[in-house]
């Protein structure tokens, strides 16, 4: 190689470190999709499927999230929707579907949040390798009604697998960070 064309792709290389160095990495990305105030509510069927030990983990869950330093809030209301059953198969512990308006495709109007009935699960903070913790499964799921995606960093709370861990009962700096982006600071 020719001195010239070293020096043109040290000046890239360092350029290179320059612009991405600088850029703050993050685990959450802002897609412009939100609820339309700051606050939602969450709950569980009236006719009891959920075990009665799991209301306080899904509580504490959403606690953590309004500890969080934004604005938002979760607030607890009963529904009629069965959140926990049998049909989501396998080893998938949870799922969320989020509704938006017809109107503005960007603004969140619900939330449905189900459990799978066909795992152990466990509410001590202390789950076997082979059950999933409900306040930490919880957790990772109100980080989605807040439009954060998974992640693949294990340590993080938005990340997409947690059998036998409590380790997203707790958020990281960049799950504080994105809801406070999306929702603005207390």
């Not at 339309?36 to 509580?59: C, F």
């Amino acid at each position: 190689m020719k001195k010239r064309e070293i020096s043109a792709l040290l000046a890239a290389l360092l350029l290179f470190l320059v612009v991405f160095a600088s850029t703050p990495a993050s685990a959450y990305v802002d897609v412009g999709i939100r609820w339309a105030g700051t606050s939602t509510v969450y709950g569980w069927d009236w006719w009891g499927s959920i075990p009665s030990d799991w209301k306080p983990a899904i509580r504490e869950a959403a606690a953590t999230w309004n500890a969080a330093g934004s604005k938002f809030r979760f607030n607890e209301y009963y529904w009629t929707g069965n959140i926990y059953n049998d049909q989501l198969g396998g080893d998938i512990q949870a799922s969320t579907m989020r509704y938006w308006s017809v109107n503005d495709p960007n603004t969140l109007t619900g939330v449905d949040t189900t459990f799978n009935s066909n795992l152990e699960w466990s509410t001590t903070g202390n789950p076997a390798p082979w059950q999933s913790d409900v306040q930490d499964v919880a957790t990772h799921e109100f980080g989605h009604w807040l439009v954060l995606g998974d992640i693949e960093e294990w340590t993080y709370t938005m990340y997409g697998e947690g059998l036998g861990t409590i380790g997203r009962r707790t958020l990281e700096q960049d799950d504080k960070d994105g809801i406070i982006h999306i929702y603005g600071a207390q």
